[in-house]
Every structure is written in C-alpha cells, then in structure tokens.
C-alpha cells in the first residue's frame, strides 16, 4: 500500500488542488494522511474543524481513497517532514501558493523547504492561475 502525506494548510482551493492530484495518481491502492500543522492555536481548534482538510478528505473519499486526519504544531517544514519520516510516507503532496522572489526570500516557503529536507518525493501541487 502507498502511503501519501498530504500537508495542507487554510486554503480550501489549494488543499483541494493537492486532493486531486492525489487522487489522479494511478499507484493502485493508496492510504492518505491530511495533515494540518497549527503554528498558533491557542483556540484548540481541530484539524477536522478546518475546510481545507474536510475538503482534502472529501475529495479523497469520493476517490475511493483511505483517509485520516491528523493535526500536529510548530514550524510547519519541520513537522511535515518529522511526520513524513516517522509513518514511512512513501510521498508528501504540498500546495504552492504564488509568490515573487523577494517575498520567498523574506517569507521561506514551506513546500521549497519540505523539498530540500525531506528524504521522501515531494509532489508539488500549484493552485492554476
């Protein structure tokens, strides 16, 4: 079975993105883990509590495809890559958000750092313009 780790963060459009091109995998029998990493939540919110996660799961189930939600906090990167490491996730899927060259720079991006530290293939899934 291939495990996927799909890392989604609030955007209901990326993390759908990412869902289907999942889903257009064609790799057979796929698990896939959503998993949202709070930097702040102070609130306790729940993974489940976030559209971008019940829209990744939704999409994913109507696929036919084995889903589980799982929250975690911290840096995102790192928490992304420590749990890809820690289930043996065959494959992390992250969105892309479009940004100039200054702001990756000031800012980072996540999905570039999960790329460059992770020892897992990275699938990259850019929101269509």
């Given amino acids: 079975m291939t495990h996927v780790l799909l890392a989604v963060d609030d955007d209901e459009e990326r993390a759908r993105a990412q869902a289907e091109a ?11 883990t959503v998993l949202h990493v709070f930097t702040h939540n102070e609130e306790g919110a729940s993974v489940s509590q976030l559209a971008s996660a019940r829209t990744a799961r939704d999409v994913l189930q109507a696929a036919d495809i084995e889903v589980s939600l799982v929250g975690g906090s911290g840096e995102p990167d790192e928490r992304v890559v420590a749990h890809a490491e820690r289930t043996d996730a065959d494959l992390i899927a992250v969105g892309g958000r479009s ?20 020892d897992v293939p990275v699938l990259y899934c850019p929101l269509g313009e």
Wanted: charged fraction near 15%; proline fraction near 3%; aromatic fraction near 6%.
């Fill in 22 to 32: 999942v889903a257009d995998l064609d790799w057979g029998v796929v698990e896939v």
């Fill in 99 to 118: 940004r100039s060259p200054t702001g990756k720079a000031v800012f980072g991006s996540v999905s570039q750092s999960v790329m460059l530290n992770g």
